[in-house]
């Protein structure tokens, strides 16, 4: 994005990508995120997706929970993915309030059928 001051052609160049995505990259970083560094020119597969239009990098959703989940069965991994990636509203807010809830207050299963416990938590993310 180029700003202009003046039609002297004051130019202030702002990098979204320097200012904005490095800085948010290096914050996750710090506070013991993975994070997954791409080259600018890529096919969709290289970033665990289908498509671009794919927001989830469903096979890493899919490792990280069960590494943080290790009881969870196949069929309930499907499951905790479905909670977090449809959606009953049309609204971009209300669909973002959902996922937000997801990963702060998490979800449950049915049980654990290793363990036999009735509605387990299941967890989206580590607390640090």
């Given amino acids: 994005m180029i700003l202009n001051n003046d039609k002297k052609s004051d130019q202030l160049r702002l990098d979204e990508k320097t200012n904005v995505e490095e800085p948010l990259l290096a914050q ?3 506070q013991g ?11 969709s597969k290289e970033s665990f997706r289908q498509s671009f239009g794919e927001v989830i990098l469903r096979p890493k959703l899919e490792e990280a929970l069960r590494k943080i989940n290790p009881f969870l069965e196949e069929d309930q991994v499907n499951e905790c993915v479905q909670r977090i990636t449809t959606f009953q509203q049309s609204a971009l807010i209300e669909n973002n309030q959902k996922v937000l809830r997801l990963l702060l207050e998490n979800t449950s299963v ?19």
């Fill in 28 to 30: 996750l970083e710090a």
């Fill in 33 to 43: 995120w993975q994070v997954i560094r791409l080259k600018q020119v890529q096919e």
């Fill in 110 to 128: 049915a049980e654990n059928r290793k363990t036999g416990e009735r509605s387990p938590t299941v967890r989206y993310s580590i607390a640090l």
